[in-house]
C-alpha cells in the first residue's frame, strides 16, 4: 500500500478547496428546512459549485446522480436528492459533499436537526460530532489510525449506540479516495493498530453512528444505504491534514495547523 503524503504546498492548496467546500456546505446546510426537497438542496451546492468555479467530487463517481449525498433519518450514507423526498419537522438529514479544486478532494459532511427534533434524534447527532472531534484531537504524528477507530467508537458506544462498519473513512487528496482505510472502529476494540500517521497525510474521517445495531443494508438504486433495523443514524465527516503542528481541519475555516479549530 502507498500512501500518498502532502507537501506544505499541495496542503495550502488542499486547505483552499476545503474552505471552499465548507463555504458551499454552510448554504446546503442553512436551507435545509422543513418543506424543501433534497433535490432543492441538490441545485443549492450545484449553483455553489458553479459560483466557485470547482467541480464536483460526487457526480458520476461510478455513475452516481447528483453533486451531494442526502440521507434522511434511517439513512445511513448515500441518499440520493429527489424532488419528492421533502424535509419534515422533526427530522435529521446527513448531508455529504465534495468537490475537486487545484486538483484536489476537499470531502465534508454533517448532520442537521430539521426544525424542532426529539432529544433522541439530538442526542443520537451531538455523539456523532463529538466522536469525530474526539478523533480528530488525535491526528498527530506518531498516533495509528486505529486510535482514531477507538475514540470513535468508545465515545459512541459509551453513550448507547453503534458505529457502521461497512463504511470507513479514507485518505484522500489528488483522487478522493486513496490510501490508507481509515475505520471508525477497531477489530480489537483496542488503539494502537493501524499504520501510523505521519506529516503531510491527509485523511476524511467520518463517524456513521447508528441509534441500534450497526448493521447497514443498501437499497434497489445500489446507492441508499439504510440502517438494517431502520433505527436513526447520523454522519460526520472532515478533511483532516496531518502536520508537524498537530491535527489541521482542511474543511473547517476556524482550524490552523494544530489548532483543529
Request: proline fraction near 5%; charge should be negative.
Amino acid at each position: 500500500m502507498r500512501i500518498p503524503l502532502k507537501s506544505k504546498a499541495e496542503l495550502e492548496l488542499m486547505r483552499d478547496a476545503g474552505l471552499v467546500a465548507a463555504s458551499i456546505l454552510d448554504e446546503i446546510c442553512a436551507a435545509a428546512k422543513p418543506g424543501v426537497s433534497t433535490w432543492e438542496l441538490d441545485r443549492i451546492a450545484a449553483k455553489g459549485i458553479d459560483k466557485h468555479k470547482v467541480t464536483s467530487a460526487f457526480l458520476g463517481y461510478h455513475g452516481y446522480p447528483a453533486v451531494l449525498c442526502t440521507s434522511i433519518n434511517e439513512v445511513v450514507v448515500h441518499g440520493i436528492p429527489r424532488k419528492n423526498e421533502v424535509l419534515k419537522d422533526g427530522d435529521i438529514i446527513g448531508i455529504d459533499f465534495g468537490i475537486f479544486k487545484h486538483g484536489f478532494c476537499a470531502d465534508t459532511a454533517r448532520t442537521v436537526l430539521v426544525g424542532n427534533v426529539s432529544e433522541e434524534k439530538r442526542r443520537l447527532v451531538e455523539t456523532a460530532r463529538d466522536a469525530l472531534e474526539a478523533a480528530i484531537k488525535l491526528c498527530i504524528p506518531g498516533n495509528r489510525l486505529g486510535d482514531l477507530g477507538h475514540a470513535v467508537q468508545s465515545y459512541a458506544e459509551s453513550r448507547g449506540y453503534s458505529v457502521v462498519r461497512q463504511f470507513v473513512g479514507h485518505g484522500t487528496g489528488r483522487q478522493m479516495h486513496e490510501d490508507p482505510q481509515v475505520p471508525n472502529f477497531t477489530e480489537s476494540g483496542q488503539p494502537g493498530t493501524g499504520k501510523r500517521m505521519k506529516t503531510g497525510l491527509v485523511i476524511a474521517v467520518e463517524p456513521m453512528v447508528n441509534a441500534g445495531t450497526p448493521d447497514v443494508e443498501v437499497l434497489e438504486d445500489d446507492w441508499t444505504a439504510v440502517t438494517k433495523d431502520r433505527s436513526m443514524s447520523a454522519h460526520f465527516e472532515h478533511t483532516i491534514a496531518i502536520t508537524d503542528q498537530g491535527p489541521w481541519v482542511l474543511t473547517r475555516p476556524s482550524s490552523t495547523p494544530g489548532n483543529p479549530g
